[in-house]
T-cell receptor, first 114, second 112 residues
Framework: NAGVTQTPKFQVLKTGQSMTLQCAQD?????MYWYRQDPGMGLRLIYY???????DKGEVPNGYNVSRLNKREFSLRLESAAPSQTSVYFC?????????????FGPGTRLTVL | DQQVKQNSPSLSVQEGRISILNCDYT??????FLWYKKYPAEGPTFLIS?????DKNEDGRFTVFLNKSAKHLSLHIVPSQPGDSAVYFC???????????FGAGTILRVKS
């Protein structure tokens, strides 16, 4: 049981390049999330998916797109990377229910945009 | 405008003593609060939570207190251990919601 896995762990891009961050979970969770963590800012929600086939914007969605490929996988795409997108990106998942469910996080992807 | 605030960027405590981490929030619609712990190069892990209908929740060495009228919560760690050294994030969510709102985090250093 690997929990939430993310690839790659590290990535350096040049301004304007594109890339996709991959996330997968093996806990049969319905909901998946993408966050970014910046110094002094905590974690901010980029996009989330409450169930397979649905996605919704979070607090900071500009410059990103997401795909909920199936129940296990949720990818984050940067179409044209900018230095402001230098950050650590975390994927998370949670079960659904009538009330709040704990979110489980992956180890993160450290992205640098030059 | 930050809805969840952790005003202390860092805290240093001697091993065996109490660590108190504080968190304030502004949105009265939040009704569930969580603390996450994060080690370097790892993702955050859930530590403890509290519902707005309670004022205290305890789990071993960790206790979270909630003061709804002051919109304030705190995490107490007793006794503190060197392995508790990490970044602690406070987070809040509305009922039946799944969008966590995080504070900026507090770096805890426990000295042996």
């Amino acid at each position: 049981n690997a929990g939430v896995t993310q690839t790659p762990k590290f990535q350096v891009l040049k301004t304007g390049q594109s890339m996709t961050l991959q996330c997968a979970q093996d806990m049969n969770h319905n909901s998946m999330y993408w966050y970014r963590q910046d110094p002094g800012m905590g974690l901010r929600l980029i996009y989330y998916s409450a169930s397979e086939g649905t996605t919704d914007k979070g607090e900071v969605p500009n410059g990103y797109n997401v795909s909920r490929l199936n129940k296990r996988e949720f990818s984050l795409r940067l179409e044209s990377a900018a230095p402001s997108q230098t950050s650590v990106y975390f994927c998370a998942s949670s079960a659904n229910g009538g009330s709040y469910n704990e979110q489980f996080f992956g180890p993160g992807t450290r992205l640098t945009v030059l | 405008d930050q809805q969840v605030k952790q005003n202390s960027p860092s805290l240093s405590v001697q091993e065996g003593r109490i660590s108190i981490l504080n968190c304030d929030y502004t949105n009265s619609m939040f009704d569930y609060f969580l603390w996450y712990k994060k080690y370097p190069a790892e993702g955050p892990t859930f530590l403890i939570s509290i519902s707005s209908i309670k004022d205290k929740n305890e789990d071993g060495r960790f206790t979270v207190f909630l003061n709804k009228s002051a919109k304030h919560l705190s995490l107490h760690i007793v006794p503190s251990q060197p392995g508790d050294s990490a970044v602690y994030f406070c987070a809040a969510v509305m009922e039946y919601g799944n969008k966590l709102v995080f504070g900026a985090g507090t770096i805890l250093r426990v000295k042996s």
